[in-house]
């Protein structure tokens, strides 16, 4: 028997709506620790990583582990059934083809039940190593879905340059080129609104600038996000979901040829 | 025009 119960189904609607936009469909993993999923897109280009913690729900119970192949379409229909208030209980039981969502309106007066059946999905599983980055930028999530958007108006490709200084996000194309550079925070008040570089060595990436804005669909989840770069290596965007866990985006970067 | 890598050049599949 498997069953998770969020007070806040909006926490799940916004999760959604961060993956949506990259897969159709994913295997949602639930064990006794929690809820974790990870899949790439198909082109293969970026993946997602998202871990809900079983602390974090305020009733779960998974007495088995059950993985749960989930079109992200039909998820999506069901889960506007949703009110933004209302809890949201996840069921399944051992061995099921289908998945119950159920829906209670905050003074328990309508309670609502739906059904979805259940996909095998192959899955490939790819093995990310604990890494140490020679960059890590946080910054308002909100100014990096800005960042993201005013950007790929100009080209497919996105340029992050990371020194002790702050952050450079570039982009060139048909009608011309833009660069933001953001400096480091030098008060910071409030944590939210910082942007702050932990720098080991400095830094140049190039991204497809589409994968990018499809990450920031996550901006609602958190107010801050984490960018992690080391020369090389895929970009790591992280979003934490409130004290329940987080969304992590890889993104291979783009390599001159 | 930089190529677009593929994750599978990064990680290993396990």
Known sequence: MFEARLVQSSILKKVLEAIKDLLNEATFDCSDSGIQLQAMDNSHVSLVSMNLRSDGFDKYRCDRNISMGMNLGSMTKILKCAANEDVVTMKAQDNADTVTFVFESPNQEKVSDYEMKLMNLDQEHLGIPETEYACVVRLPAGEFARICRDLSQFGESVVISCTKEGVKFSSAGDIGSA?????????????ELAVTVEMQEPVTLTFASRYLNSFTKATSLSNVVQLSMSPDVPLVVEYRIGEIGHIRYYLAPKIED | TPIQNDLHEFYALV
């Open chain 1, 179 to 191: 660069n933001i550079k953001l400096a480091q925070t030098s008060n910071v008040d409030k944590e």
